[in-house]
């Protein structure tokens, strides 16, 4: 996928500043005084509107949003499948099969802008969407020859390794396709806590795992560290979407907790790749990410409260000052740049800390850059 020109990132940043972001649903604190509490002054960290209409769900009960022309045509061979019209879902496989045979060009005309090490990982990705291209090309045979027939069979043949494959796409995506979304998880977290307290636990169940969908996608496009954070981070939301289905979850402090490990690691995962598009002086892009990394941040202190959660809501109000000002253009130095990525660093650690969760951030280390005109 072709990365987004600046131009195109200051369009996007510009049209979702002018959206009327909604609040995460109001939960009243629990009556425990402990550290878990959300802090009577932390904000509600912002939500996005920007969802998908159809999630892709898989007999495992995973949910996958429907974001790009890969995801639409998979839905619609589920589809096609479900009404028992074969030849439809073939077609719709086929046609999955050629979105991602374009994604994998792009990514490969991609790679030339990437430094060495990148290269070899997005050469990696590139690879592993060519060998999935030819899997959905024979899945495609298979359906039209009427050996797979229904979703479970589909589902059998684009096994858990496929779709993690699938997903390892969202490395090289751009920013066009994720800026629209990146706060997505927040909008099915404070969904599900809002169910949760009206005692749907079911419904609170299944937006644990929309927000998991884009925990994964974001664990994709993850390195270093936080791919261990996010994956853990992902197999916690796992545990307890299952633990509500069984009316397992006991109180909301525990629902609280295991909402703020999860954009912890988004946040881990937001600031390494700030930190990687500066390196390739993609200045606007790296502001987008840490603009993200700072919601993240806020909507993590707000969940975990107490005056830990506090001091980094703080923190995440200046994080997010500076990325909106990278990316709309605005006047830097590399010092203060660089004082960013360090103060978020410092923040995400001492939550981290605060709510066990397993990720530290990483030393950044910013390339000498003349001063921004």
């Known amino acids: 996928m072709k990365p987004a020109s600046r131009l195109s990132a200051l369009a996007l940043a510009a049209a979702l500043a002018s959206v009327a972001w909604p609040a995460l649903a109001a939960t009243p604190a629990p009556s425990s005084a402990s550290a878990a ?9 912002a939500a996005a ?8 769900v898989y007999d495992d009960v995973t949910y996958t949003p429907v974001l790009d022309d890969v995801s639409r045509a ?16 073939a077609q719709a496989m086929r046609e999955a099969s050629q979105a991602l045979a374009r994604e994998a060009a792009s990514a490969s005309r991609a790679d030339r802008q990437r430094a060495a090490a990148d290269d070899r990982l997005a050469t990696q990705t590139r690879q592993r969407m060519d060998a999935l ?9 298979g359906i039209a ?9 589909l589902d059998r043949t684009l096994d858990k390794a496929a779709r993690a494959d699938l997903e390892s796409r969202w490395r090289v995506t751009d920013t066009t396709t994720w800026l629209p979304v990146a706060d997505a998880p927040q909008h099915h977290l404070a969904t599900a806590m809002d169910a949760y307290l009206h005692k749907d636990l079911h419904a609170a169940a299944t937006e644990v795992r929309k927000a998991d969908g884009y925990l994964r996608l974001e ?34 402090q525990a629902l609280r907790a295991s909402f703020a490990r999860a954009d912890h690691a988004l946040a881990l995962a ?35 409260g107490g005056e830990t959660g506090k001091a980094a809501g703080a923190t995440a109000n200046e994080v997010r000052a500076l990325g909106d000002k990278l990316a709309a253009g605005g006047h830097w130095v590399r ?39």
């Open 49 to 56: 509107q920007a969802n998908p209409e159809d999630w892709i």
């Open 37 to 45: 509490q959300p802090a009577a002054s932390a904000p509600a960290p």
């Open 145 to 153: 020859a009427g050996r797979i027939q229904n979703t479970a069979a």
């Open 219 to 252: 664990g994709a496009r993850a390195t270093s560290a936080a791919r261990h954070a996010v994956d853990a981070a992902h197999a916690d939301l796992v545990k307890t979407a299952l633990a509500l289905d069984h009316g397992a979850v006991k109180s909301e």
């Open 335 to 373: 010092d203060e740049v660089a004082g960013g990525f360090d103060h978020l660093g410092h923040a995400l650690d001492r939550l981290g800390h605060a709510i066990h969760a397993p990720g530290q951030a990483t030393a950044v280390r910013l390339p000498a850059t003349p001063a921004n005109h």
């Open 133 to 141: 291209t030819r899997k959905l090309n024979a899945t495609a045979n």
């Open 74 to 89: 998979l839905q619609q061979a589920r589809q096609a499948l479900d009404q028992h019209q074969p030849k439809q879902a």
């Open 270 to 304: 937001q600031r390494e790749r700030a930190a990687a598009d500066w390196s390739h002086r993609a200045y606007a892009d790296a502001g987008l990410g840490l603009s993200a990394a700072g919601r993240n941040l806020e909507a993590a202190a707000h969940w975990a």
